[in-house]
């Protein structure tokens, strides 16, 4: 099952450390990335029916495709983003996500600092 | 004040003056700490002041500071988020919870802050994904959150605990020098009483309680402690995404020993 490297993929063409620029998100690249993530997560169906990891990235990628309302049919090329275009996606600036994207989610903690009183 | 790392320790320094709490690449956080009593060295949070480092694609530098007299709901430069992104915002945390509070947002770097006023003096709470830290001896220089206070911050709770057998006398000098007649003259029955109100179990945020009654006679300090443990809930150590497991009342061996001694 090689669903990690869908979701490395997804997360490296959709950061700005792809070259993409850095501000204004066009849909119409992201659905790109995203069409080609849903491909990616297909491909591997077979060989990761049962991973956790797997069935969340097909959940998420299910609510990503409605919250960015992207359609499903359309160019996957995984091609890099021509710079002209400017898609970071909303999903940069949430850590959670881009942990749950990268797929280590179950390692990662919180730790809490706190200070009070005299 | 009173001190809970990242590692789960438990410290009373003194610190007097300014000093970082934490500052690594996404963010710094200094507080600076005032005198209590006078020339005491019970001292509590007047200032503190947050830096969000600029994050490519999420947000620019922004500034919190918040002290004694203001407790702003924006950032220095008048706004309340950071980015197109949304994902650094400033609210005002509601609820039933002691004393105003403020709460940050940084959801690109996993991180939330709570800062209070609870009557003359701040407190503060952070949760931070811990792989945003560097938990490192060598690395990250000084950062109390990260590693402690210095040795010779720290306030030695069991000299204390000898004076406290009788009620706060005006002007006794202390391990912590002259005191200046405290708002009340507390027995440690009746801090222990006092602070029973508000926390039930007697955890090292019960101890901490009755030490801050004991060394300033100000009743506001029971809600200090208080309100630390309510942000200790609502920002718990945790995995991610997961149901915050319920938290676990704090027993930090070798401070409840130390504090108890403060409280008996």
Known sequence: CRIQRCNADYVASTSPSSGLQDDVALDVDYCIALRAYALCTRRQARSCRGDLVYHSAVFRIKELFSQHNCSSDGPTSSAKVPSTSRPVVPELCDYENRVLMSGSAGQKKYAHCGLFGD | ?264
């Open chain 2, 1 to 264: 004040p009173h001190l809970r790392t990242f590692r789960n320790e438990f410290q009373t320094c003194k610190v007097e003056g300014a000093w970082p709490l934490i500052d690594n690449r996404f963010l710094s956080v200094q507080v600076t700490n005032v005198p209590v009593v006078l020339g005491s060295s019970a001292t509590a949070t007047s200032k503190i002041t947050v830096i969000f480092k600029s994050f490519q694609g999420c947000t620019d530098q922004k500034v919190y500071q918040a002290t004694t007299e203001d407790l702003p709901l924006a950032f220095q430069d008048g706004t309340r988020s950071g980015g197109e992104s949304g994902s650094l915002t400033v609210v005002e945390r509601g609820g039933s919870g002691v004393g105003r509070q403020v709460k940050i947002q940084a959801r690109y770097i996993g991180t939330s802050i709570i800062v209070r006023r609870v009557g003359s003096y701040l407190t503060f709470a952070i949760r931070m994904p811990e792989d945003t830290l560097d938990f490192s001896e060598d690395n990250g220089g000084l950062q109390l959150c990260l590693h402690g206070c210095p040795r010779n911050e720290l306030i030695k709770e069991h000299t204390l605990s000898r004076q406290s057998q009788q009620p706060r006398l005006q002007g006794t000098n202390t391990e912590l020098g002259p005191l200046r007649p405290p708002h009340q003259v507390y027995t440690v029955e009746r801090a222990t009483a006092r602070c029973r109100e508000t926390l039930q179990v007697e955890d090292v945020y019960f101890q901490s309680c009755v030490f801050d009654l004991l060394t300033t006679g100000d009743p506001e300090f029971s809600l200090a402690a208080y309100g630390a443990l309510e942000d200790l809930k609502a920002l718990p150590p945790s995995k991610l995404k997961q149901n915050p497991p319920r938290t676990p009342r704090l027993y930090d061996r070798a401070t409840s020993h130390t504090a108890a001694a403060a409280a008996n």
